[in-house]
């Protein structure tokens, strides 16, 4: 194609942005509605209960716990190790994090849904593993045990905050 007087010459690579740029948002849009898709056949899981809780304890606290089914996918999710669905560590993942920092003995772990007040840094039906550790390195002088549940978010394996129990 010849080029006109005054004419300025086609940009080359125009057509590849777009096309860049479709294909990212078209990737996005997948992850969302795969996300969504997933919370939504998630089964249905009722509350976790901590055995070496007292009960109450949690709600004293204003944190509320529901269960958190996670979607039949999470296994294959968590071998590929992609972290891009949804799904939440392992257990012993959200274990391994609380070392050398918690040094102590994991009595318990359950995964839940957590809603707790603004200073808790919890937010909203957050999924976080509930560990439950023993650890004499964290007792308060008001505490009548050396146990501690420690809230892990279930899909960084960042500890969020702890509660004496």
């Known amino acids: 194609m010849m080029k006109r007087p005054g004419e300025s010459a ?44 007292p009960a109450g304890a949690l709600t004293r606290a204003g944190i509320t716990v529901s269960g958190a089914g996670q979607p039949p996918y999470c296994d294959a999710e968590r071998r590929a190790g992609s972290g891009l669905a949804g799904c939440a560590i392992s257990r012993g993942d959200a274990e391994a994090s609380l070392l050398p920092a918690f040094q102590g003995t994991v009595r318990e772990a359950a995964l839940a849904r957590v809603s707790g007040p603004p200073a808790s840094g919890l937010g909203r039906d957050r999924m ?29 394996g960042k500890v969020l905050t702890t509660l004496p129990v």
């Open 10 to 53: 086609p940009r080359r690579g125009a057509g590849w942005t777009i096309f860049v740029a479709a294909l990212a948002g078209s990737a996005l849009v997948a992850v969302g509605a795969g996300v969504a898709a997933g919370r939504i056949a998630a089964p249905s899981a009722p509350a976790p209960l901590l055995a070496t809780v």
């Open 128 to 156: 976080v593993w509930l560990v439950v550790v023993r650890s004499y390195l964290l007792v308060r002088p008001d505490q009548t045990s050396p146990d501690v549940v420690v809230f892990v978010d279930a899909a960084t």
